[in-house]
């Protein structure tokens, strides 16, 4: 039955339409009107997505980092895109990518509650009492004009254009509609007086916004109504309540692919408009009262009932974040038990898990995020590969001396710990990547898309690297058998060096944080290798271990430095600064093989 | 040519940037690299090796971060050399627009 539900409710739509169509000619002029509108805001979000989605997103990124700053980046955001809905997906997608945290995200969504009502204001104050339809003309020719440049920036620009450019002509043929509606039939025959006129047009108010996925749309139509004297003030104000209600359902079907985060913020919106609402509703008399009061004082005409709905709209709004602020601590908990997140697991994706959206800057963060996950993982695992924990040498002031004294065997199924921490992670990895580089993406982002798949991939060399020699390491390292033991020793120091070298740069600050450092280390590197051959030459022309030994040793070197020098790619691709010009400026001066085999040579080496 | 194969690196950027395929880098990006590069010099230079092995290690590090820290000098230079000059507003206005540009597709840019 449930299958049948949407298409049931497309023709129950569908048919209420051509009734009202064939009822009244004027209802389709109204139907087109708000056609118009919404293809309006479907055009602006796009607009702004492409003009400046991942401005946005950097933008947000910086304004999260108190609770007034969250909210007044959801307030001012949503006035300028008039769009709540881009502003709760971006914020649902950046919560889920872990950028920014609950109560940021709850902040912001507060914020563009309070922002949509400036679309109240603009219709009542501006669309109402100018010739808005001889603005849209040049909008629109000028955003078609620009919506078929090549460049991203003039596109999401047209598109931004002709999305306002259709919106006003959605107003202006609503506005005509209602004009001439009015003149056949009086709607306000319908009003309901009382309780039953504020919950059924609560109601109304709430499955008009549902149907047309628009708190805005909802807005626009009771605003044109009540200026047309097609709907009490009454009904209007109770209409608006609703659609403070029906628009939470957008974010609750947006909330349904997202992870456990994006769950949280969901429900946090509804509880929050479901609250302001309802006191809105019981509060509805002394409200009404206030806003006569605020509005004689702004100078807003005792008839001008559209303006006085806008009053009401941005002072409920207000009234649910003076009620919800002192709240917040409460309702983050809430929410937080409400919807557990899952018991973390190492060998599962922990960041590229649900709907991250195709904002460059969320899916490179979940990304990079994940790269750290893959790095620990294999980190942990080569050094118990070579009877090393990784915690020891973190905390080691000394590591030859705790490689030295680490000769207790760490019995472990290599394979099968593998197979948990590091093959699993790296298909959904590239699965990942893979999915993410379908969407149209700048091409800056695609490299870097791809420089963190190579990343995987290097991690994966690594340990498999490891997983050769560990059993010559086992052999050799678990109790002190003279010459060789100490070679064995000196390939663990050196892993261990590279080890900790590489936590110490996933401490480092992100701003501080540059992966140039790594050249650095692979050219001390290749000499270590060079250095390690001569040591077991001589030690074989002294008759200080056997053929045998000394084979197995180069045999395993090559192992462990082909082991470090994939650690280092990969750290060199994982921690590239955020900044897009700072890392291209990375791939610039970094060094290719030749370069690096070329530079300058140590007096050891010398010798 | 002490920067050959940077120089050919740099040429097929401006490729990128001029095709709308790389971000744009400024003067102040590169400062800002050169910071970090010099920070981590700095650390290296501190370090106190206790043995041979270590020193000549150390000895490499400190060569790999003076010779990085020499590339980045190097780009920033091409990077100011081939900025638009910064002409005074009134004779700015008179320039030709072919002449304001000396860089290949300085003004291309991605977001």
């Keep these: 039955m449930t299958r049948f539900a949407p298409l049931l409710q497309l023709g129950l739509i569908l048919g209420l339409l051509a009734l009202a169509f064939w009822l009244s000619a004027d209802a389709q002029h109204i139907a087109a009107g708000i056609a118009l509108f919404l293809l309006g805001m479907v055009m602006l979000e796009d607009g702004f997505k492409g003009l400046g989605g991942s401005v946005l997103a950097r933008v947000l990124q910086r304004a999260t980092a108190s609770l007034p700053r969250a909210m007044g980046f959801g307030v001012l955001a949503t006035t300028i895109t008039q769009s709540s809905s881009l502003v709760s997906v971006i914020s649902i997608s950046f919560l889920s990518a872990g950028l920014i945290s609950l109560q940021a995200g709850l902040g912001i969504i507060f914020g563009a509650n309070l922002g949509t009502t400036s679309g109240a204001w603009l219709i009542a104050g501006v669309g109402l009492k100018v010739d808005i339809a001889a603005y849209a003309m040049p909008l629109l020719a000028f955003g078609a004009v620009l919506m078929f440049q090549r460049a991203a920036g003039l596109r999401g620009g047209g598109q931004v ?71 009490s003030y009454e009904n209007a104000l109770a ?42 509703l019981a509060l509805i008399t002394p409200l009404r009262g206030l806003v006569d009061h605020i509005s004689d004082a702004l100078g807003i005409g005792a008839q001008d009932f559209a303006l006085r709905l806008a009053v009401f709209h941005t002072l409920f709004n207000l009234m649910g974040i003076a009620l919800m602020l002192p709240l917040m601590a409460r309702l983050v908990q809430f929410l937080e038990r409400r919807i557990a997140a899952p018991a973390p697991s190492i060998s ?112 994966v060399r690594a340990v498999k690297a490891v997983k050769h020699m560990r059993e010559n390491a086992q052999r050799f390292t678990t109790a002190d058998m003279g010459e060789i033991s100490h070679l064995y020793d000196s390939l663990r120091i050196d892993l261990a060096n590279v080890l900790t070298e590489i936590e110490r740069l996933d401490g480092t600050e992100p701003e501080a944080r540059s992966g ?89 080496h010398l010798s | 040519m002490a920067h050959e194969k940077l120089a050919e690196r740099l040429g097929a950027y401006y490729a990128r940037l001029g095709a709308g395929k790389a971000h744009k880098i400024k003067a102040r990006d590169v400062e800002k690299v050169l910071a970090k590069l010099r920070a981590r010099r700095a650390d290296l230079a501190e370090d106190t090796p206790d043995k041979p092995e270590k020193a000549a290690r150390l000895h490499t590090k400190i060569s790999t971060a003076d010779e990085l820290i020499g ?41």
């Design chain 1, 161 to 231: 254009l002709i999305g306002i450019g259709l919106i006003f002509l959605g107003i202006a043929f609503i506005k005509a509609g209602f004009d001439a509606f009015s003149a056949g039939f009086d709607l306000t025959r319908l009003a309901l007086a009382g309780l039953a006129g504020l919950a059924v047009y609560t109601l109304l108010g709430a499955a008009a916004t549902v149907v047309m996925q628009s708190s805005h749309a909802t807005m626009l139509l009771v605003i044109t109504a009540l200026a047309s004297g097609q709907i």
């Design chain 1, 239 to 280: 209409v608006a309540i609703g659609a403070n209600i029906g628009t939470t359902v957008t974010a609750l079907i947006g909330a349904a692919s997202a992870n456990y985060q994006g769950k949280r913020l969901a429900l946090g919106h509804l509880i929050f408009n479901l609250v302001t609402a309802l006191t809105a």
């Design chain 1, 348 to 459: 599962q994706p922990r960041y590229i898990t649900g709907d991250l959206g195709d904002f460059p800057a969320t899916i490179l963060a979940a990304l990079r995020n994940e790269l750290r996950h893959l790095r620990s993982n294999a980190a942990s695992l080569i050094c118990e590969g070579l009877n090393l924990r990784l915690e020891d040498l973190m905390h080691s002031k000394d590591i030859p001396l705790t490689v030295a004294r680490a000769r207790q065997p760490i019995r472990l199924d290599f394979e099968r710990h593998y197979e948990d921490k590091i093959k699993s992670l790296h298909a959904a990895i590239v699965d990942f990547a893979a999915q993410k580089a379908a969407l149209p993406l700048p091409v800056p982002a695609l490299t870097r898309l791809q420089e963190l798949r190579d990343a995987a991939g290097a991690l």
């Design chain 1, 516 to 604: 140039l450092g790594v050249v650095a280390e692979r050219r001390a590197l290749a000499e270590g290798g060079r250095r390690a051959t001569r040591t077991v030459e001589a030690a074989l022309q002294t008759r200080r271990i056997t053929a045998s030994d000394a084979t197995s040793f180069l045999n395993d070197s090559g192992y462990a430095f082909e082991s470090m020098r994939a650690l280092l790619d990969a750290a060199q691709l994982i921690y590239r600064p955020e900044n897009e010009a700072e890392a291209e400026i990375e791939r610039l001066l970094e060094m290719d093989e030749d370069e690096e085999k070329g530079g300058p040579q140590s007096e050891d």
């Design chain 2, 71 to 111: 590339r980045a000098e190097w780009l920033l230079s091409e990077l100011t050399r081939m900025a638009p000059p910064q002409a005074a507003p009134a004779e700015a206005e008179e320039m030709p627009a072919s002449e304001n540009t000396t860089a290949p597709s300085a003004e291309a840019k991605q977001d």
